[in-house]
Nanobody, 128 residues
Framework: DVQLQASGGGFLQAGGSLRLSCAAS????????IGWFRQAPGKEREGVSC????????YYADSVKGRFTISSDNAKNTVYLQMNSLKPEDTAVYYC?????????????????????WGKGTQVTVSS
């Protein structure tokens, strides 16, 4: 069975840091782009960052550039999202997802509706 397990969320004050983890199983990790999305109450799901696990190329949304760093440990089939300088507007449920890299690129990531697999989310709450 395909599984994407997101973890590492929490409650913290603005300016703090968190590292999210996405552990994948049940598919060929190196054939996929792994992405992080977030959804705040009343808002649409938005792409935050993604990484091509084959070549390490990355993408960041403008709202997180310079603050978030995505990385991949292919030996562990795990992708990390290091989040620094967190702001209250980063508060959301964070999801990880996977899409086959054969058809897409991190240069222009697909919309959230086109991703193949999703994990359950992890809540990140940043207080002001």
């Amino acid at each position: 069975d395909v599984q994407l397990q997101a973890s590492g969320g929490g409650f913290l004050q603005a300016g703090g840091s968190l590292r999210l983890s996405c552990a994948a199983s049940g598919f060929t990790f190196g054939s996929y782009i792994i992405g992080w999305f977030r959804q705040a109450p009343g808002k649409e799901r938005e792409g935050v960052s993604c990484i091509d696990t084959s070549d390490g190329y990355t993408y960041y949304a403008d709202s997180v550039k310079g603050r978030f760093t995505i990385s991949s440990d292919n030996a562990k089939n795990t992708v990390y999202l290091q989040m620094n300088s967190l702001k209250p507007e980063d508060t959301a449920v964070y999801y990880c997802a996977a899409v086959l890299r054969l058809y897409y690129s991190v240069i222009l990531p697909p919309s959230h509706t086109q991703w193949d697999y999703w994990g359950k989310g992890t809540q990140v709450t940043v207080s002001s």
